[in-house]
């Protein structure tokens, strides 16, 4: 009886006539020079789901917190850019060495916050970033991998994602990379814990309506990491992957998990087209 009470509530919190707010129509300008791309076309792979145009989850937030992400000195996400670029020339490990090392300046990471996840050949697996720069601080620089969703991780994605930033995701889903994409999906859509909802329960089918005080939006990762106001730090995906799958009431899988990086890839690749904003600044 008390999961079905639940299960009640949950369908009452997201039911569409409950509150609706819908998504704006405002342009986002960074830094008054940088035009990105928040509304796109849907790709062919998601042709049959109920989404008929792609939303940056910037268009579902106040004008106040959009107002932060519009200027880089406003942006509270970029002090921890700034501590990423410390990390980047800071000598670690038995090799004595950095990222500099072997990839000079943070701009030589153009691209890759756009087209990752991907497939990697070496490794035979796709890969996230927080995974390829632990692979490359084990085996490179013989130093300690960070904790995959945590603070050092975060600022170190969050300088490689500004390289990329007004470039369209272009997350690669065909050849060997399918099979995890197609797992990705399965998990997007399978309702878990206590409230038996899925990622698509809240995202897809209710996004522009209100769950309690915030604005539920599509659930686009173009932007991360995040600077939620609510936490006041950056967010990872894999952090917010967790705190979703909490919310539902289920046993969560851990950041870095085989799930959680095959569903990063599924969701990534429904953002195919909207610009890259990390780190960009949500409630």
């Known amino acids: 009886m008390k999961i079905k009470a639940l299960t009640a509530i949950a369908a009452l919190l997201v039911a569409p006539a409950l509150a609706v707010a819908d998504p704006d129509d405002d342009n986002l300008v960074i830094n008054g020079e940088i035009e990105m791309t928040t509304k796109a076309p849907v790709p062919e792979h998601m042709s049959d789901t109920v989404v008929d145009e792609l939303m940056s989850g910037w268009h579902f937030r106040s004008d106040e917190t959009q107002a932060l ?11 921890f850019v700034d501590i990423g670029m410390e990390q980047w020339n ?78 369209p995701v272009d997350v ?15 998990l997007y859509y399978t309702r878990t814990g206590q409230l038996e909802l899925s990622c698509a329960n809240c995202h897809e089918d209710n996004y ?17 990491p995040v600077y939620r106001l609510k936490n006041a730090k950056l967010n990872t995906v894999h952090g ?44």
């Open 240 to 283: 917010r992957f967790k705190g979703c799958v909490r919310d539902t009431r289920a046993e969560t899988y851990a950041p870095g998990s085989p799930e959680f990086v095959a569903l990063e890839l599924y969701v990534a690749s429904r953002g195919n087209g909207l610009s890259v904003e990390g780190p960009s600044v949500r409630n």
């Open 172 to 186: 690669k889903i065909d050849g060997p990379a399918e099979a995890t994409w197609a797992w990705g999906k399965q």
């Open 90 to 167: 800071a000598e670690e490990g038995s090799e004595g060495k950095s990222c500099a090392t072997c990839h000079e300046g943070p701009e030589s990471m153009e691209g890759v916050r756009a087209t990752y996840p991907k497939w990697n050949d070496a490794s035979e697996e796709v890969r996230t970033i927080a995974m390829q720069v632990n692979d490359c601080r084990e085996n490179r620089m013989g130093a300690e991998p960070y904790k995959y969703s945590g603070g050092e991780m975060a600022n170190i994605e969050a300088l490689i994602a500004l390289q990329s930033r007004g470039m």
């Open 69 to 79: 992400q519009m200027d880089d000195f406003d942006n509270p996400g970029m002090v």
């Open 208 to 224: 522009g309506n209100m769950i309690r005080a915030d604005h539920l939006s599509q659930g686009q990762v173009n932007g991360f």
